[in-house]
């Protein structure tokens, strides 16, 4: 299927269908049950899933092939989400030329930053993209506020030009849309007790996920993901067998740059303002943390983590003290008191902590992150009948 | 002339002269053995050859140009693969991967962007790539983790990788360092296979003197930097200079 092999089709429907029932899947409890707080199928966090999706899937890579861990990547999220917004407020609320111009900020930008930060490799090349995001950051917040709009962040306004758009005299701002398909109109399915939401947006940014995740599929089987990986494994040799590994962590660079940008501007287009504390250095450290929890080096793996830690921030965050005592009301008092001082550092304010545990607990025990206990698990289920398939699997480049 | 002339290279570390006018000329499709001592700076000659390090002074031609001043991977295009110490190959890559990058590099130059096709797609590379792993038997390993091979294994893929780009001159550091005598003896029938059956000229820097006799047909010996003797094996043997500078103290 597109030139893939069976195990990549097998990979990519996979994802296509995740994405696509995402609105069934995320939403697997009733609507008045206690705990219809735990669903995550409602547009702006199935939207932020998808888009930080694609920002991981970008990040890997860079980091998962070459092992160029960059800390700056949030930059190029931060100036797509910019130029994003530049492009509503001047051309059109349509919202495919500001990704359009999103892709082509972040890459030349990414080329720019990626010029002189790989002229060093290791911990050196990691703080010299992380030096490069924080001067991006000072420049969006304080600088260039004529651009950026400073700490408010760039907004859009009724006065602002929008020249292809029809006049808009209704007083109100106009919304984000694709060709006359608004981005915020959503549709609501109830079957029973449950409520699904089908929103525009997160189905536009669904297929751009798709989009990208089938171009990295590409990327990792072509001859240039194999340079990348060959670049990871020994630098020395391939020098040494005619190879210039420079062009190909620049060029692996900027195409991460731009994943990153395509990432900003989506975000902008579901929700028209860009603000400078996307390009801070926690935004980037935070793809770093989905990348490993997911699984460095594989497909599907920036998705997963990507997912896992935008429901930490969005779900976990949300359980507070009367939440709590809600669940544990059936003991009795001194018990439950109890209880909710032993979880209450965990969730609400206290999810990073949380996900730190989980981070920790991954990184110790598998190596390999999400996917690799998706596969200790499979391996556990197809039995040890099928003993030789582990040596099989093993030819196959990693997933 | 030689394929590689060396003239007149000087190399300073510091206070210590570790090349002092150094000459050498490799015939074309010879063995060419460089012995010397400990500390002799046969490693810091070679790494003058292949741009790892720039001479002081001196010039040093390789098929009528000059190769000071170039790049590792430049001078790797002008035909020059080099065999290191320890197999350098790319550990996490399958065997059949590794043979291929250097197909790719010496069909398609130093960097090119293939980013879409898939990497099996390209018949021409897989094809080259499959008859080099035969020619170093080792079709049936093509799908086996390279770091997990035995160091001999390792070697012979290297120096199969080093063959795939068809290089003029293959420089070997030491090839049979630290390894056993049956794998020894298995690298020296190979490249001596290597060297019959193919228009190739091969550099060898070499401490086992079995190795050496057995393989080169022109033997350069370095003392504390500078060449003693240029000459035959059978004349190598019998001179005093060199019994007394460094095969006297060993053999």
């Known amino acids: 299927m597109f030139g893939l092999n069976k195990k990549d089709s097998a990979l990519l429907l996979l994802v296509a269908i995740l994405t696509m029932m995402a609105p069934f899947i995320l939403n697997p409890f009733p609507t008045d049950s206690g705990l219809a707080q735990f669903n995550a199928g409602y547009p702006d966090l199935m939207q932020r899933f998808v888009i930080f999706g694609i920002f991981a899937i970008g990040f890997n890579i860079l980091f998962g092939l070459t092992g160029y861990l960059s800390f700056g990547h949030a930059a190029f999220l931060g100036v797509g989400s910019y130029s994003a917004v530049w492009m509503f407020k001047l051309l059109s609320m349509n919202i495919l030329p500001a990704v359009i111009l999103s892709v082509i900020i972040a890459g030349l930008f990414a080329l720019v930053i990626g010029y002189v930060s790989l002229r060093r490799s290791g911990i050196y090349f990691s703080i010299l993209t992380l030096a490069f995001a924080q001067m991006s950051f000072a420049l969006a917040y304080s600088v260039l506020t004529p651009i950026t709009n400073g700490e408010t962040g760039l907004q859009l306004n009724l006065d602002d030009a929008r020249i292809l758009d029809p006049v808009n005299d209704s007083g109100s701002l106009p919304v984000t849309s ?28 669904a297929i751009f996920l798709l989009l990208a995740f089938y171009l990295a599929i590409r990327i990792f089987r072509s001859p240039f993901g194999m340079m990348l990986r060959a670049i990871k ?167 | 002339m030689g394929i590689l002339e060396v003239k007149g290279v000087n190399k300073r570390f510091g206070g210590l ?87 790719f590099a010496s069909r398609d130059g130093a960097f090119r962007m293939h980013a879409i096709e898939h990497m099996l797609d390209d018949k021409e590379i897989v094809e080259r790539a499959e008859k080099m792993l035969e020619d170093m038997r080792m079709a049936d390993k093509r799908h086996m983790h390279s770091a997990s091979m035995s160091r001999g294994d390792k070697r012979r893929l290297e120096i199969g990788m080093c063959l795939a780009q068809e290089p003029k001159l293959l420089l070997l550091d030491e ?49 504390q930097g500078t060449p003693l003797v240029e000459d035959d094996p059978e004349n190598i043997k019998g001179n005093p200079k060199v019994r007394e500078a460094y095969l006297g103290e060993t053999a």
């Open chain 1, 178 to 205: 694709l060709f006359g398909l608004e981005m915020r109109s959503s549709f609501d399915l109830a079957v029973g007790p449950w409520d699904f939401t089908f929103s525009v947006g997160y189905y536009v940014c």
């Open chain 1, 233 to 399: 494994s020994n630098q020395q040799r391939l020098n040494y067998t005619g190879l210039n590994p420079r062009p190909y962590t620049l060029a692996a660079f900027v195409i991460s740059g731009m994943y990153a940008g395509l990432a900003g501007g989506l975000l902008a287009s579901m929700d028209p303002l860009a603000g400078a504390e996307r390009m801070q250095w926690t935004a980037s450290g935070e793809v770093v943390l989905m990348t490993i929890l997911g699984g460095v080096g594989t497909l599907i793996g920036p998705v997963l983590g990507a997912g896992l830690i935008k429901y930490f921030e969005n779900i976990f965050s949300k359980i507070n003290d009367t939440v709590l005592h809600g669940w544990f009301s059936f003991l009795p008092d001194g018990i439950e008191d109890f209880l909710v001082t032993i979880i209450h550092p965990f969730v609400g304010k206290g999810w990073h902590l949380t996900l730190g545990i989980i981070f920790m607990l991954v990184v110790t025990f598998l190596p390999g992150g999400l996917v690799e206990g998706g596969q200790r698990i499979a391996r556990l289920f197809r039995g040890k009948k099928t003993k030789d398939g582990a040596d099989g699997a093993k030819t196959e480049p990693a997933e």
């Open chain 2, 175 to 223: 090839p049979t360092a630290g390894m056993a005598r049956a794998d020894t003896n298995n690298t020296i029938d190979l490249l001596k296979q290597i060297s019959d059956e193919r228009d190739i000229t091969i550099a060898i820097i070499e401490h086992d003197m079995h190795v050496v006799f057995s393989l080169a047909n022109r033997i350069t010996v370095l003392a």
């Open chain 2, 17 to 103: 002269q570790a090349l002092s006018d150094v000459n050498l000329s490799v015939r074309e499709n010879s063995v060419h053995a460089i012995i010397g001592p400990n500390g002799a700076g046969k490693s810091t000659l070679l790494n003058c050859l292949v741009g790892k390090l720039i001479p002081d002074t001196g010039s040093v031609m390789f098929d009528g140009q000059s190769v000071l001043g170039r790049k590792p991977h430049e001078i790797n295009q002008m035909g020059i693969s080099r065999v290191f110490q320890t197999p350098e190959i790319f550990g996490d890559l399958t065997v059949m991967e590794n043979m291929m990058i250097p197909c």
